[in-house]
């Protein structure tokens, strides 16, 4: 004879995600996309620098640049947009608590304002510190513990009722991984967000398999596909750019700078920034 297993806490909330991503009608787009100097680099930067988080740095870029990637669905009173004036990236991690393994969702605010080294920072705390201390994790603990009706009432309301507070919960873009140990995703990734990026966590020879699922409500393929484009261009100059710093080669060729040429190419990078900021701020 079977028997019948409670939900756990972690279930429940995995169950909450699929309820509102199976009321969106999204889409979804996969591509392989190569950096091998950024594989490179990556190899030499300490500390090591996860895919995650550079793809996180240059979707956000995008993201940033393109107001249609920061916009979602609002259903009540009537069908418009909300479009977001941050950006909010909502990554899925997972994590062992109280002898399951299950998923958290943690959030990076304008991850494209940070840096590297500080994004990553952030994605180790997720990772490495206690449940406990993250106090996210806490909350979506104690959310799940919730009735259903509740939390699906929750839901609808942060989606519909307060729009401003939606990005806070949900994120303006998700992320999680495209595949593990060889295997890979074969339609989209789930979530409450407009965009959710899949991000294949071991490359091979520096050629990503990259998924992104899109809810066609707010936006056709063609834009998806160009936001595509763009990451990975910004992938490939803007984060490469920044990872070359860290590791001392030149970003171009590839070779290692001299002492001089590496402070020569600091000290340009770190004027370009204040610049940038000086802009920022005026705007």
Not at 251 to 267: C, N, Q, V, Y
């Amino acid at each position: 004879m079977g028997k019948r297993i409670k939900f756990s806490n972690g279930r429940r909330l995995v169950e909450d995600i699929i309820h509102v991503a199976n009321k969106t009608p999204l889409a979804g787009f996969v591509a392989d996309q190569d950096a091998g100097l950024v594989a490179k680099f990556r190899r030499h930067s300490r500390p090591k620098i996860s895919w995650n988080v550079l793809y996180m740095k240059a979707y956000a870029i995008v993201c940033k640049r393109d107001a249609n990637l920061r916009r979602a669905y609002v259903g009540f009173p009537w069908s418009h947009l909300y479009e977001h004036d941050k950006n909010v990236c909502m990554m899925t991690i997972a994590r062992e608590y109280e002898g399951e393994e299950r998923l958290f969702f943690a959030r990076f605010n304008s991850p494209e304002e940070s840096t590297l080294v500080e994004l990553q920072e952030q994605f180790d705390h997720y990772r490495r510190a206690p449940i406990s201390e993250i106090k996210q994790f806490r909350h979506q603990i104690n959310f799940a513990k919730a009735p259903r009706f509740a939390r699906r009432f929750a839901w609808w309301a942060l989606a519909n009722l307060w729009p401003k507070k939606r990005a806070s919960h949900m994120g303006t873009f998700g992320m999680s991984i495209s595949g593990n140990k060889g295997c890979y995703g074969v339609s989209h990734h789930l979530g409450p967000a407009t965009t959710t990026l899949g991000v294949d966590p071991f490359p091979k020879k520096g050629v990503s398999k990259i998924v992104m699922t899109f809810d066609h409500r707010v936006m056709d393929g063609a834009p998806v596909t160009k936001a595509m484009q763009k990451m990975h261009h910004m992938l490939t100059t803007a984060v490469k750019v920044e990872l070359a710093e860290l590791t001392g080669f030149h970003p171009d060729t590839g070779e290692k700078m001299s002492e001089i040429e590496l402070a020569e190419f600091k000290r340009n990078q770190r004027l370009r920034r204040i610049e940038t900021n000086r802009k920022r701020r005026a705007a």
